[in-house]
């Protein structure tokens, strides 16, 4: 169902932390009304990184399936997140957790300073990923669209830097795509916008700012019909990436006709 | 009987309990959680079995959910 860039297209694949991955899009697993809408939407949307939430087992319904039972690890490949942490010390707690459950060494790194807004917080960001990051972590840090942090992050050790979009669960799109062009031609790490796609057109402009990436939830998970809108935002991505590195025209402030100007009739 | 707070609450278990004891009496498949042991985190599943529980512990038992 899912179709990828011809390569002759996309001349260079995702490359993050020494590991390609086949898709620029990758999606996160809450706010589904079912498993199995869920998995049809991840599907359709042909992510590879598939981000997942560390919680307490309910132990009042411990039978209740959790995720594992319906994502495969050999299918996806499973990011572990550490939402809801708001310092450094329960982000890393989170990721050693996340990494005890058993996939891999990498971890979406989530500090959040503040409740209403879930904007990140810069210092505790970074000291979680030198800590993390020095024990072997690769790190891939949700961070604000702030130049100097993203800086900060990649120098502290993050495989990729996440500049949000707009906040997260908005939907919002894009607020700052002056900021995000100057995060991406600054850092040698990739760029993985993060937080704040609400449609398709959304994901296409923050691709055609050439980002190496769109990471993605509510987007999908609150639409409507998310089978369709998981569709949009694969051709989405893809449509940016490509409109990218195809090199959009130039704006101009007149117009300039298409059609000869010469040849008309007397 | 021992007091420990499992997952935040207090559960009253046994002595002589074990962590692999207290996974199975929950119906809990150890594969599917990591559990952390006064904030120590058991990495190696082969040792529930054997790693006793004190009165007093504090266990977190974790497992994946949906998440962004």
Known sequence: MATTLEPTLDVSPLIVGGREFRSRLMVGTGKYSSNAEMIRAIEASGAEVVTVAVRRVDLNRASEEGILHHLDPNQFFLLANTAGCYNADDAIRYARLGQAAGFNEWVKLEVIGDTETLLPDAAGLLEATRVLAGEGFKVMAYTNDDLITALRLEDAGAVAVMPLASPIGSGLGMLNPYAIRTIKSRLHVPVIVDAGVGTASDACIVMEQGVDGILMNTGIAAASDPLRMATAMRMAVESGRLAYLAGRMPRRETAVPSSPVTGMLE | ?68
Do not use: W
């Open chain 2, 1 to 68: 009987m021992m007091t420990l707070m499992v997952n935040g609450a207090p559960r009253e278990l046994a002595p002589h309990s074990t962590v692999g004891g207290l996974l199975g009496s929950l119906g809990i498949d150890p594969r599917l959680v990591v559990v952390e042991h006064n904030r120590l985190i058991l990495r190696d599943r082969d040792s529930y079995a054997m790693r006793p529980l004190n009165d007093g512990d504090v266990v977190e038992i974790v497992h994946f959910v949906g998440g962004g």
